[in-house]
């Protein structure tokens, strides 16, 4: 027996699936016409293309959509790429006028965590490591660049970004000259000068502005036997520490004895030849001078002063 009710249900459904094709395929066509993003289904899987217009959308909050023309308009601001909670080793010096100098790890440094607009303003960063008033900062990157700027022209729009696996620095405010690829060292000049050398007053983080030395420190033989030949094979390890040379900062002087004071007021006289090797540099017990061919307990800490006689 026909049944019209149930032909008619038949119809209507294979005029739907049909309309819905035909649109898919024109949407298709389109897209591979016109470059409408409607093409892109055919390349990236539907989550993909998901998590990207939830990026998208998060741009728009802070950026007009209008100003979306290519790929760089993103990376050229905000750096390359980004990983959250993911650990770099890459590490950037912190040196200078600081209470802590060392190494600041690339992954502490917030664009790749979890944070806002994925950047972090240099002077948030400073305040983190404990830097209050300061006069200038310099940055150094891996290529051998050099970009020094007075804290009068930072502001919150100088910021450090993701940048593959380091990080840059960018300030619109700033000459795009300025703007570093894969920082590797922060140097901060205080307002203070607590060292005195020949009667001139500076800082450690001046100092290290130039000209600088880097040497060789507690080097030592070790030996490893190897489980699979039993052949014993040796290496050397040692540290390297970069700082002021002596014989550069007294350059011009005639001398025979250098005289250094510490914190404590306690002297310490050496002959010309003994410094030839010596540089100053910033440790956490404060500024050192140190002698690369003698152990540790033998550099000198808190050195507050230098002349000759």
Request: glycine letters at 8%.
């Amino acid at each position: 027996m026909f049944d019209g009710k149930r032909w008619k249900k038949i119809i209507m459904g294979v005029g739907l699936f049909f309309s819905a094709l035909f649109l898919v395929v024109g949407c298709f066509l389109a897209g591979r016409r016109n470059g409408l993003p409607v093409g892109l289904v055919s390349h990236y899987s539907a989550g993909m293309l998901w998590e990207e217009a939830v990026t998208m959308n998060e741009c728009a909050e802070c950026h007009e959509a209008e100003a979306y023309h290519s790929c760089s308009d993103c990376h050229d601001d905000h750096g390359a790429v980004e990983f959250a909670e993911l650990p770099f080793y890459a590490l950037i010096a912190f040196t200078g006028d600081v209470p802590d100098p060392g190494y600041i790890e690339v992954h502490e440094v917030l664009p790749y965590q979890d944070h806002p607009n994925t950047h972090l303003p240099l002077l948030e960063l400073l305040e983190r490591q404990g830097v209050g008033d300061f006069d200038r900062v310099a940055m150094t990157s891996r290529d051998g660049g050099l970009v020094t700027i007075q804290k009068e022209d930072l502001n919150q729009s100088a910021l450090l970004m993701p940048y593959a696996d380091g990080v840059r620095f960018a300030s619109e405010d700033l000459h795009v000259s300025t703007w570093l690829k894969g920082l590797n060292r922060i140097i901060v000049v205080g307002r203070e000068r607590p060292l005195t050398i020949q009667g001139r007053e500076t800082s450690i983080g001046r100092l290290l502005l130039g000209p600088t030395r880097e040497v060789t420190v507690e080097q030592a033989k070790v030996m490893y036997a190897s489980e699979e030949d039993g052949k014993v094979r040796e290496a050397k390890t040692a540290s390297r520490i970069l700082g002021a040379s002596l014989v550069d900062l007294l350059e011009g002087t005639s001398y025979e004895v250098v005289i250094i004071t510490d914190r404590s007021e306690e002297i310490y006289e050496f002959q010309a030849q003994e410094i030839e090797k010596a540089v100053l540099s910033p440790f956490s017990s404060g500024v050192t001078l140190v002698f690369p061919d003698r152990g540790r307990p033998q550099w000198i800490e808190h050195v507050v002063e230098i002349k000759t006689e």
